[in-house]
């Protein structure tokens, strides 16, 4: 029982070095999405080296922007603000199914893409951002129908066999 109460203690004393939602902001290589927060304490090898894919198959949720390419986003600007060179993170996201929608044009969509500001600064922090060839066949969706920057692959499978041999990891989030 004092072991817990012990616990409880700390737990609460630790509290206020957490950070909290107003606490969250967007960094440097992807200016308006990708919030994060600085973790105290945190310490990254200097010569750390990332190499992470994304697997994007959901589809966004309304007009909101998709959750994993604002998570590819804080990627980006987490190791930044945490002093990892630009040149040492490398980030490919890999479209398919439903969520080809986020990557694909106003004029395909017949309405306004939400992700448009997002994939725009994605490629601009130097992003690989590439649409499943299978998935682009079984929607009718051509290189002209994408956002710029987005590239159509072979296939997802493709994409992560290849990205996997250039030495990437899979994000598991």
Request: a negative charge; glycine letters at 6%; proline letters at 8%.
């Amino acid at each position: 029982m004092r072991l817990t109460v012990l616990a409880a203690a700390a737990f609460c004393l630790a509290l206020p070095a957490l950070a909290g939602p107003d606490d969250f902001a967007a960094g440097p290589r992807v200016p308006s999405y990708g919030k994060t927060v600085p973790v105290p304490g945190a310490v990254l090898p200097a010569d750390a080296r990332f190499k992470v894919a994304f697997d994007l198959a959901a589809a966004s949720e309304g007009e909101a922007v998709n959750r994993n390419l604002d998570s590819a986003a804080r990627l980006f600007n987490m190791h930044a603000l945490a002093g990892v060179p630009d040149e040492n993170v490398s980030v490919a996201i890999v479209v398919h199914g439903p969520a080809a929608m986020d990557v694909i044009n106003d004029a395909k969509r017949d309405s306004p893409n939400p992700n448009a500001g997002l994939v725009a600064e994605l490629v601009a922090a130097g992003a690989s951002i590439q649409l499943c060839g299978q998935t682009a066949a079984s929607r009718n969706i051509t290189q002209d129908d994408l956002l710029p920057g987005v590239t159509l692959s072979l296939s997802a499978m493709t994409a992560h066999a290849l990205l996997q041999q250039d030495g990437y990891t899979l994000n598991p989030f």
